[in-house]
């Protein structure tokens, strides 16, 4: 299995400003994937992370507000931008091995203000 | 397009009693289905999976579920809660073996003393 950190596990920001969360990766993993939960909510994916080039988003989500970056097998980031109470949510990073499986990193509980 | 519904939102047992979180399914292909739990202000954790192979499956914690494609359903249960049961659960669908999973809108499991 492998075990995924992220950082910073918590943040509270001002409206108008952004904020990278990294997630970091024990073992080298074919895909990454970035998750928001709203509070109360389940989980939305917002994109897969692609390493060596630009990541995948789902419908309702854009580059311009949710950039991404995977530059290795390892590590991704994901930068909220321009941000409104309205992206209030926990952003969680999961990465897929080849065992059918996903495994998730603790979450980062954003509050815009 | 794929998608997974589960049936109550709430579900209260006794300690000691029977679990069961209700989970339908909808895909064209033949889905890979997964339960994951999610304990207070912490990531996700994988209860278990169903890749096509036996369709009882057993989980970690004395969880399992079993796959019905005639019902189209991949129900999960537990012979006898505990207090620690109490959590977020969550039913999620994949069509591939890393590709992107659809999430229910989650169970909420209480367990009373």
């Known amino acids: 299995s492998a075990v995924i950190s992220q950082k910073p596990s918590r943040d509270i920001c001002q409206r108008g400003t952004s904020l990278t969360i990294q997630c970091q990766v024990d073992?080298?993993?074919?895909?990454m994937f970035w998750y928001r939960q709203q509070p109360g909510q389940s989980l939305t994916l917002i994109a897969t992370?692609?390493?060596?080039?630009?990541?995948?988003?789902e419908s309702g989500f854009v580059i311009d507000k949710f950039p991404i970056s995977r530059p290795n097998l390892t590590f991704s980031t994901l930068t909220v931008s321009n941000m409104s109470p309205e992206d209030s949510s926990i952003y969680l990073c999961?990465?897929?091995?080849?065992?059918?499986?996903?495994?998730f990193g603790p979450g980062t509980r954003l509050t815009v203000t | 397009a794929q998608s997974v519904t589960q049936l109550g939102s709430h579900v209260s047992v006794s300690e000691g009693a029977l679990v069961l979180l209700r989970c339908n399914y909808s895909s064209s292909v033949p889905p890979y289905l997964f339960w994951y739990v999610q304990y207070p202000n912490q990531g996700l954790q994988l209860l278990l999976k169903?890749?096509?192979?036996?369709?009882l499956v057993k989980g970690i914690n004395g969880f399992e579920a079993e796959f019905k494609k005639s019902e189209t359903s991949f129900h999960l249960t537990k012979p006898s809660a505990h207090m620690s049961d109490a959590a977020e659960y969550f039913c999620a669908v994949s069509e591939g073996a890393t590709d992107k999973l659809i999430f229910g809108t989650g169970t909420r499991l209480q367990v009373f003393p």
């Open positions: 169903y890749t096509s192979a036996a369709t």
């Open positions: 073992s080298q993993v074919t895909m």
């Open positions: 992370a692609n390493q060596g080039s630009e990541a995948t988003y």
């Open positions: 999961s990465a897929g091995d080849s065992t059918y499986e996903q495994y």
